[in-house]
């Protein structure tokens, strides 16, 4: 978690809004699993982290639990990611921060 602290201290709103990108479109990702008929499939998955309280869980609490398991994957991609893109974004814009 420090390192996302320092990242968002290096690149401000930038880090923020590639956050948010990374959270949507996992949501969104295992929004559509559920909704496409694995929903057992990740209930077997999310009952052996969890418990078993999720197995009557609806689909928005489900994608919202599966979303939470993956943030240390997030934040493990988020802080090598952000540098990278910043500096296409900066090469792409013509500016180069310091």
Same mark, same amino acid.
């Given at each position: ?5 320092? =990242? +968002? ?5 930038? &880090?923020?809004? *590639?956050? /948010? ?27 052996? =982290? +969890? ?5 009557? &869980?609806?689909? *928005?609490? /489900? ?36």
């Amino acid at each position: 978690m420090e390192k996302f602290k320092e =990242l +968002l201290a290096e690149y401000g709103q930038f &880090a923020i809004v *590639i956050h /948010l990108s990374l959270y949507m479109c996992t949501f969104a990702v295992f929004f559509m699993i559920i909704q496409f008929g694995m929903k057992d499939w990740l209930l077997g998955h999310i009952e052996s =982290l +969890l418990g078993k309280e999720y197995a009557q &869980a609806g689909t *928005i609490l /489900l994608t919202m639990a599966a979303t939470k398991l993956t943030q240390p994957l997030r934040l493990m991609l988020l802080i090598p990611l952000v540098p990278f893109l910043k500096n296409k974004w900066d090469e792409r814009t013509g500016t180069h921060s310091e």
